[in-house]
């Protein structure tokens, strides 16, 4: 079983719309979030960390997490050509000891069309 | 300031050849991270370093040596490559690998190929 899970994608979002970029994660005990975001050739790039269940907003990103159901998403509200990217969802550990272990989904590439 | 400094940008290298890459950063952090990122693939973390002392070795092989000269350098030493290790390394850093809720950084990565 796969640790963190993303839907590949490509997903494919007109300009303006809302893009909803879903995780689930296998270990019960893992405590910190995160999304980063991609582009072509080059390095990750942080956009949000989430540590409690809920929202959280920034700017035009809002982290979402469910502890309970293992469920981690990113909402790009009025999304544009240049979030075009990949986005990875990485929780913190497996067993939540090994901090400082990163654990990555595969990622899921989003495309926004003018 | 969350900067993560790389270099090299690009190295090609022959599989007989000895190279270095060097990753900096002056945010204060006490872990810093190898990861190696092959196309289409998310990174995988290849060593950890926190307060200068090597803490997570993923079963690397041994053509890959890490060094951590002081709390703001770290250096990936590279010997008798093979051409499968062509990928993007990349370096990241973050305030303390004990700690919940810490954040890696990531630098710009050196794209690497090996002939």
């Known amino acids: 079983q796969k640790e963190v899970e993303q839907n590949s994608g490509p997903l494919s979002v007109p300009e303006g719309a809302i893009a909803s970029l879903n995780c689930t994660y296998s270990?019960?005990?893992?405590?910190?979030f995160f999304w980063y975001r991609q582009y072509s050739g080059k390095s990750p790039e942080l956009i949000m960390s989430?540590?409690?269940?809920g929202d959280k907003e920034d700017g035009r990103f809002t982290a979402q997490l469910n502890k309970a159901s293992q469920y981690v998403s990113l909402l790009i509200r009025d999304s544009q050509p240049s979030d075009s990217a990949t986005y990875l969802c990485a929780v913190n550990g497996p067993g939540g000891t090994s901090y400082g272990k990163l654990t990555f989904g595969q990622g899921t590439i989003l495309t926004v069309h003018p | 300031d969350t900067e993560v400094t790389q270099t090299p940008k690009h190295l090609v290298m022959g599989m007989t050849n000895k190279k270095s890459l060097k990753c900096e950063q002056h945010m204060g952090h006490r872990a810093m991270y190898w990861y190696k990122q092959k196309a289409k693939k998310p990174p995988e973390l290849m060593f950890v370093?926190?307060?200068?002392?090597?803490?997570i070795n993923e079963s690397v092989p041994s053509r890959f040596s890490p060094e951590c000269p002081n709390s703001s350098l770290l250096n990936l030493h590279l010997h008798a490559l093979q051409p499968e290790d062509s990928a993007l390394y990349l370096c990241a850093s973050s305030q303390d690998s004990s700690g919940m809720g810490d954040t890696q950084y990531f630098g710009p990565g050196t794209r690497l190929t090996v002939l």
């Open positions: 989430i540590y409690s269940n």
């Open positions: 370093y926190s307060y200068e002392k090597l803490s």
């Open positions: 270990d019960r005990v893992s405590q910190s």
